[in-house]
Each structure stands twice: as C-alpha cells, then as structure tokens.
C-alpha cells in the first residue's frame, strides 16, 4: 500500500481532548466535507460514561445523510426516552431498533438528518446538543473527539483538482500525487 492510499484509508483516529460541544462546529464541517458513508464522529464524555456520535449513512455529492445514533445501555436508559421524544417533537426522522434478547442494550435510537453538506452542520450540532441535554450532560462538560473513516470519492477527486490548478501543476510531485488520488 502507497502512502498516500495510506493516509486516505486511515483508520486509527486521532484523539482530541477537553473539547466543549461548542468547540466542535469545525470538526462536524471536516467530518462532513472530507469522509464517506461508514465514517464516524464519536464525542465521548470525559468525565462519566458516555458518548455522542453521528456517522455518515449515504453521500452523493453535496447530499449527506447523517445518523445521530444512541444505545440503551446503562448509561443512557434512564434518559432514553427522553431524548426519543425530544428527537421526535423536533421533527427529526427517527427509528428505534429493538434487539430482542439483548439485555445490556435492547433499544437503539437512529436519529436521521439529511440534506445539503451546508445545511446539515447546524442541524447536526442541534442533535448533539439536544441529546446531550436530555442525557443530563452539563454545559461545561469536556469530550475527547475522535474521527474513523475513509476519505470520499468527492473529496480525493477536489483535492487532485486543486493540486492541477496549482502554479506549475504542483510539478512532479504533484502530478504524481494527483494521478495516485485520481486512482483511489
């Protein structure tokens, strides 16, 4: 495997500490504008158990559908209800999936938004903040971010445009990297 294929298929995400949900706009934008369907954004709460997190269900372009997921695990179950129904009277498109047999998380909440990539930054970080309000997350509250993935097919293809339309077209260098992310 190349370099470059390497770094558009990282998988080990990097892990950044002591954010606030208001730290956060210009992450979701990255997760948003650079990722394909699959990836995930996982807050998770530093000081008790845990966690927010969207992932990318469908792209096509500047089209995104993104899923607000939340487990009934024991950390979440005496707020998950709450958070349903805060979800639901927002008019967000929901879907509760039960596994049955499952004791330690029989319910999962699938909150979906979708729309333009310019729009849904805004609507997503209104989901992470309504469900971290209704799981009783303070204001205050530090998460560690982290960011799974694969870079999409849109994205490798704007970066070899701009690569191409640089002075000299980046010169053996980037030509080379340009041909190598037009095969990725």
Do not use: C
Not at 83 to 108: C, K, L, W
């Amino acid at each position: 495997m190349n370099l470059l294929n390497a770094l558009l298929h990282w998988n080990k995400p990097i892990a950044y500490r002591g954010l606030l949900l208001t730290d956060i706009k210009r992450f979701v934008e990255g997760f948003l504008h650079q990722l394909g369907p699959g990836s995930v954004l996982l807050l998770e709460h530093e000081t008790r158990r845990g966690f927010l997190q969207l992932a990318i269900v469908d792209r096509r372009d500047q089209w995104l559908k993104v899923e607000y997921g939340l487990p009934d695990a024991d950390w979440s179950r005496d707020q998950f209800d709450q958070v349903h129904d805060a979800m639901e009277n927002a008019g967000y498109s929901i879907e509760v999936e039960t596994n049955e047999g499952n004791e330690q998380i029989p319910r999962f909440l699938r909150v979906y938004v979708e729309g333009n990539r310019s729009d849904l930054t805004v609507a997503l970080l209104q989901v992470l903040e309504t469900a971290a309000n209704k799981l009783e997350f303070g204001v205050e509250d530090r998460y560690t971010l982290q960011v799974m993935g694969e870079a999409a097919p849109e994205y490798t293809d704007e970066l070899a445009t701009r690569l191409e339309q640089s002075p000299r077209g980046g010169g053996l260098f980037g030509r080379t990297i340009t041909k190598l992310l037009r095969r990725s």
